[in-house]
């Protein structure tokens, strides 16, 4: 591989652990809102001590691959900053704003009970920010972002503010729901909230099948680069998350809490590197591709020396926080 192909691959990692980490904050902002029952306080409760010692630290992978993005294609990070301005800064504002709600609903009064206004804008937040980031990989997915001697040809709404990118959006959302239901059933085992979440797993994962499976109908009508991407060269993995699934939702069915973690975690790592592998080596299908973009060689060497180092200051530090702040919660992560 050369350089600014490693880097690209080392930037997709950092977005699947953001995924599969923050997506399930987002989820458990969503199940927040949405606690119903007698159980309701209880519920939030789990919530609230899943994310309480973590939930900022998920956010390091996307500063990461935004910092990354911008030092090893700085093009490209031009021309997705005008492409998807107005998806992303409504993603960041959602980010902002639950992280705000997050910290004024556990200082002005209790973290749990009824639902506040705070706790209102928590989950509205959780949810707007997965829906947005969906419609922006959207309109990259479906080739939507249009480029022409090195400058954006495509107007702002291109590819997101389509029917497509709402369907993606909403794929998104329903798997962090899904991601942040399967963690709680860890996180509860053995209580009678357990049940809860996974009901609320099931019901996740039957939503987020429905609607993949119908992106995935879709595609060569709506997005025919993610079509080809998926057909072709990802294949393998498409299979690979069409198998699994139903075996991840049979886990939850079947209460194999841990078991359900891991294959829904697989399932979310399948489909985002099946659209990686996919679509390689473009960045943004079929007008930039990852080695026409890259910065300098100097810089990527620079780049990956930093990144090298820093890692080896991350990775333990960040496995210190949750075996500290975790080790009475078994989901290890949420």
Known sequence: ????????????????????????????????LLAIGPRAADQRQAIAEAMGPVWEANHVWLIFMIVGLFTAFPSTFGILALALYLPLTIAMTGIVLRGAAF??????????????????????????TPFFLGTAAAAVVSG?????????????????????????????????????????TVETEGTPLEDDFRRRAIAAGLVSGVL????????????????????????????????????????????????ARIAVIAQVVFVLWAWAIGQWPYLLPTDVTIQGSAAPES???????????????????????????????????L
């Open 144 to 184: 939507s972002i249009k480029v022409t001697g090195g400058r954006l040809a495509s107007d702002f709404t291109a590819g997101w503010a389509t029917p497509y990118g709402g369907l993606v959006g909403a794929f998104a959302v329903a798997i962090c729901a899904y991601l942040a239901a399967t963690y709680l």
């Open 212 to 259: 993949g499976i119908a992106g995935l109908v879709l595609a060569p009508a709506a997005a025919p680069p993610l079509a080809q991407a998926l057909f072709g060269r990802g294949l393998p993995l498409t299979v690979l998350a069409l198998l699994n699934g139903p075996l991840a939702l049979l886990a939850v069915w079947r209460s194999r809490p841990r078991l």
């Open 1 to 32: 591989m050369t350089k600014p192909e490693v880097v690209a691959a080392i930037l997709w990692l950092s977005l699947t652990a953001y995924a599969v980490l923050a997506g399930a904050d987002f989820g458990g902002g969503l199940w927040d």
């Open 103 to 128: 910290a004024f609903r556990g200082h002005a009064q209790e973290a749990v009970g009824p639902l506040s206004p705070w706790g209102a804008i928590f989950g509205a937040a959780s949810s707007i």
């Open 299 to 333: 810089t990527l060497s620079a780049l990956l020396v930093v990144i090298a180092a820093g890692m080896a200051l991350l990775l333990p530090s960040l496995w210190l926080l949750f075996r500290v702040f975790k080790a009475r919660n078994p989901a290890v992560i």
